[in-house]
Structure formats: C-alpha cells, structure tokens
C-alpha cells in the first residue's frame, strides 16, 4: 500500500553501532559531466544529432531553432541553481512515478532524503511505496564513513538490478508491480566518492548524484528517459537547501531533524566527509526559525539540530556581522583548528539562543559537533535554557594523544579531559555521549590502552564505537598504512565495549530515584498494550505504565492517558543499565515542569 514514507535503515561497522539506551554549485571541488551518445531523433529532425550533456548559454544560443529539439535541450540544459524546487504547485501535477527509499548512515541523510522528497514532490513524483518492488523509481541514500555501509548498499543495489533486469519476469510472477522497469538512483556520500564504479556497473544505477545537486534530479531523471546515465556530483561552495521544506518521513513523529549547516573544514585524517560533502557553510538563521515554526504548527515537540560540525555554525550572510579574519571567533580552551574563520557571523549560540526563546516549550537537541567549538558562551546558554537539552555529544576518537594527532583532530587528551570537567561543572546533569576509534593507523596497544581508561574515566551516557576503515582521497589514506590487523581490530572494539558497559551502568543508576520529563515518542515495543516509552531530557530511554494521571494544564482539570507528544513528569524507579523505568505522575508542559523544580529548589534552599 502506498504510504508517505519508507525504510530508514542504519549499519554499524561488524555489527557494533552501539547507542546503549532503550543554491548555487561552484565546480571548486568536483567535476560534472555526463556520458555522451548519438541519438536519432524523428524523422522531422533526419539529422544525427551528438549532443553533450552539459551545455552553455554560448551553446544554447547556436542550436537550430526547431519546436520539439528546443524542448528538448530546454530541459537538458537546466543547471542545478535553475531547477528551482517551487516550478508548480503540487495541486497542478501528476504522480509522474511512484517512488521508494532507503537511507544509510547519520540523521543528516534522513535529513537529506526529507529534502529530495519535497523536490521530487513539486516536480511532479509525489507518491512514495514501502517496497521497492511497486516503485517506478528507487532512491537509495548511501553513507562512505565506512567499508561497511558501502558494502550493503552494493548488495541492495544487486537486488534493485534484478528488479530492473528481469522486470517482465517479475511482472508475470507477481514479484513486481511497477509500470516499467524502475530507474535506480544512487544519492549521497558514496554517490560523490565512487561515481565511476557505480556507473560502470553492468547498468546497475541510471542516476548519481551528490549531496550538493538535489535539484537537478528531476532533470537527471529525464536524461534516462533519453537512454542516457545522469550524473552530478558538483559540490558547492553556497548550497544549503535553506529555501525547501523537507517533506517529513514520519508524518506523525513528534519529534524532527532541522540541518542548519553543510560539510566540515576540519579535515581529521581518518574522515571522507570534507571530500563528499564539501566546505562548511550555514543557513540563514532566519530560515531556521521559519522552517521551526512551520514544524511547531505540525505539533512537533522536539527537533534535533543537525550539521556535520554543527556546533562551528556561522551565519555571515548579514553585512553588519562582518569582523576581520579570524577575529573573535573562540575555540574551546586547549583546542585548535587548521583551518581559519575569514569571515564571522552569528555563531551557534546565538541561533540556539534564538530558537530556545521563540519557541519555549519545543526541546532542542543538537549534533554532531566537535569539542573545539564549544566556547564558554554556549555552555552557559544550556545551563539556563530548560529547554535545550543537557545531553553532549563529545566525540573523543581515541584517548591517546599521540594517535589524536595522527589523526589531526587538533586537541590532546588532556585539553579534552579538561573540558570534560568545565562542561560538568557549569552544567552539573549533564549527560556525555561520544565516539570512538579502535585500530587506527599505527595504534600500539599502550595507545589503546589510553582510550580504555579514557572511557573510564568520563563515564559516557551513550558512545558509538566502530573499527577503523580507511578511506580513499584522505589524509590517512595518503601518508599512513592501515596496519592494524583486522583480527586486532575486532579485540580492541570488544575491549572498548566491555569497558564502556562497565562504566555507563553508573550514569543510568543515579537516574533512580529522580523526576524526569519525559517527551512520549510512543508504545514501549516490548509492552504496546501496557506501557508507553520516550526520551528523558538527557536523551535516556524512559518507559512507564500506560494509566490515567493529572493533567496539569489551564485548560483541564482532571485526568487521561498520556499520548504520544505530551510531556509527562516521571519519577524514576529502577535502571536496566541500558535504559529507565518509572512511574508516571502528570501530564504537564514544559516551562511547568522546570518551574516547579526552580520552585522547589529555592524552598529547599531556604530551609538550611
């Protein structure tokens, strides 16, 4: 059956992806071509025409005039800052095929497919199915972060080829029930990094396309229908996609991803992201708040903001916020950075500054950022904000210093240790989530041994662990060998995991016994008939008996089952290590809750 949304899919390096709870391209970076070949064109047109797939205005300029070729090289000619993503309005087109997708990797790919689906919609490919098999177009969102993902997505591509290869088979059978032989999209960071093999590929894939062309895609679709493989994967200097509304995934979620900015300046030695992603640039703040706004009024309580270095945000789009060079702009103390600001605007802690006052009873959470940008501003604003969220992801990599500046991350392990302390000192609940690196290039078992008491050490909420995988086109790649074995890759993860498991219990168990709000996301999977479950303010799993509660509102006095998209105040009794469970007391709001908790404190602090 049709439906809005698809499969949303993750991967984890050898199985271990661990969360323990429960617009304008510039051709600076890449190139853009398309594969040429002779077409013959109808008999009104007897002249064999070779037309390149990438044309000027000089070009346009100099082809015959002629009704149906004009058309033709109209539509082959659009750049991607030309296919604007508003050319009709959805009531005047037609489903022009119906479409399928998967995504792999981070949020901001979900993100990212929330974007390709608004402007598939307003060019006219406006229904989307759950399975690929009644799909006319098939979108597979793909992650180059490691060999592992990559290598997932080659096997769905294998199926997805069958399904083309062997379409009136699969007709006859029933297997299928697409209108024609779909046409097989490839988006995202594997789209940029491996664009020649995928489409040399036994005419695996029609279309590829990078994270930076989306726009073009409806154009790059129409090369297909001409027998012709479309392909851009231009990276930009300027594209945010700050002027689409994503079409939402989940329609009914409660919760959102907003992407405030695009690609990372950092450079880490380990990391593809700068090569597939591009240069750092940020939205307006003001479309933020407009594109917020909208969510609020859909009734979503709580959005994640999202960037690949998100905490570096820098609005410079407002000629009053210029500075000098390099000026003003504050990393973290003991923390540095290869690469220079030339120009500042608002930074991070003026935007989440912003969406905290305007929208005082939706939550904010962000990532993924990197330790150096977190000046003392921006932790101070957590602290007294209710309504961002006291949860920090502090990806650390390794413990070693000596592998950290292998690996160019711009800071050693005792400034990060430090800023450990300086964040829990000012914001004493805070939870700490991180990232982790086993068997980089050269790490010696003393290294190894230095992230193992690192991890110890801090006492994370919540870390992401993974073996190294070296990637083509990095530093790493280029200087380094990846001469840890594979055998003691796979021994250092597991080494990481116990240790890591041996520490987060205590996070979890000083949970018992506390008040937490808790936002209700839906049925707890292991009980829906009896219990709901949602995320705690730190970003734990909470989950509660389903029964009547006070409802703490102006509106109502009296009491009702908690749904999914309120707020309800939970007392805290007993902890899994992995997740919470709890009692729920009320249904109240989230400026309530904190208000009666500052009230509450000031009482206990007048009696001693």
């Keep these: 059956m049709a439906s809005s949304f698809s499969s949303v899919l993750s991967h984890s390096r050898c199985g271990f992806s661990l969360r323990f709870l429960s617009t304008k391209p510039q051709a600076s970076f890449s190139r853009f071509f398309h594969h040429r070949t002779r077409r013959s064109f109808r008999k009104t ?11 000027s205005q000089d070009h346009l300029s100099s082809v015959p005039e002629g009704p149906s070729l004009r058309h033709f090289i109209a539509q ?35 993100n990212d497919m929330e974007i390709v689906l608004s402007i598939m919609k307003n060019a006219g490919y406006s229904e989307a199915v759950d399975v690929p098999e009644s799909a006319e177009i098939i979108f597979i969102n793909t992650c180059a972060i490691r060999d592992n993902a990559e290598q997932r997505v080659w096997q769905r591509l294998n199926y997805f080829w069958f399904l ?47 994270p930076d062309a989306y726009r073009d895609l409806p154009r790059l679709l129409e090369e297909v229908d001409y027998g012709q493989k479309g392909i851009n994967t231009l990276l930009s200097l300027e594209e945010t996609y700050a002027d689409i509304s994503p079409v939402r995934i989940s329609k009914n979620s409660v919760t959102a991803f907003v992407s405030v900015m695009r690609g990372c300046n950092n450079m880490c030695s380990f990391c593809i992201v700068p090569f597939t992603r591009g240069r750092e640039r940020s939205r307006p703040v003001e479309s933020i708040v407009k594109e917020v706004a909208e969510l ?20 410079a789009s407002g000629d009053e916020n210029e500075v000098e060079p390099g000026t003003n702009w504050r990393f973290s103390e003991g923390f540095a950075s290869t690469c220079k600001v030339k120009k500042m605007g608002l930074r991070f802690s003026d935007l989440l500054d912003r969406l905290s006052t305007e929208f005082p009873e939706m939550r904010f959470r962000y990532t993924s950022p990197h330790p150096k940008d977190f000046p003392d501003e921006l932790l101070y604003l957590m602290r007294e904000r209710h309504n961002i969220c006291k949860l920090i992801h502090l990806p650390a990599q ?45 790490e010696t078992e003393e290294e190894h041994e ?23 086109k990095t530093h790493a790649h280029r200087n380094y060998i990846d001469d840890v074995p594979e055998e003691v890759k796979q021994r250092r993860l597991t080494e990481l995991i116990q240790a890591f498991r041996e520490s987060t219990g205590q996070c979890f168990d000083s949970q018992v016994g506390t008040l937490q709000l808790v936002l209700v996301e839906g049925p707890n999977k292991r009980a829906p008939d009896t219990e709901l479950i949602g995320k705690s303010d ?27 998209g309120d707020y309800v105040e939970v007392r805290i009794l007993k902890s899994s290590r992995a997740s919470l469970f709890g009692e729920a007391l009320a249904i109240t709001k989230l400026s309530s809750f904190y208000n009666i908790l500052g009230e509450e404190a000031v009482v206990c602090e007048s009696r001693t």
Aim: aromatic share 8%; net charge positive; with cysteine.
């Design 538 to 564: 730190r970003g734990h799993r909470v989950s509660f008996v389903n029964l009547p509660v006070p409802h703490w509102d102006d509106d109502f006095n009296g009491k009702r089952n908690p749904i999914v």
């Design 450 to 472: 230095d992230t193992l008491t690192l991890i110890k050490a801090v006492g994370y909420d919540m870390a992401y662990m993974f073996a190294y995988s070296m990637r083509e």
């Design 164 to 210: 083309k290869r062997h379409w009136k088979s699969n007709v006859a059978s029933g297997r299928s029930q697409s209108i024609h032989p779909p046409k097989v999209v490839v988006l995202g960071c594997m789209a940029e990094r491996l664009k020649d093999k995928i489409l040399d590929a036994d005419k695996m894939v029609d279309v590829v396309c990078g």
């Design 45 to 55: 047109f007897p002249l064999t025409l070779t037309l390149s797939r990438s044309f």
């Design 398 to 442: 390794t413990g070693s210093s000596s592998v950290l500046e292998r690996m160019r991350r711009g800071y050693t392990r005792e400034a990060y240790l430090d800023l450990v302390q300086k964040i829990r000192r000012i914001i004493p609940d805070v939870g700490i989530s991180s990232d982790f690196i086993c068997g980089f290039c050269g």
């Design 296 to 315: 609020w009024k859909e009734g979503v309580k709580e959005v994640t903001i999202l960037g690949q270095n998100v905490n570096s945000y820098n609005d």
């Design 76 to 110: 082959a000619s659009l750049t991607a800052s030309e296919a604007q993503p508003n050319q009709l309005p959805a009531s005047e087109v037609t489903s022009r095929g119906r479409i399928y997708h998967e995504t792999y990797g981070c949020q901001m790919n979900i």
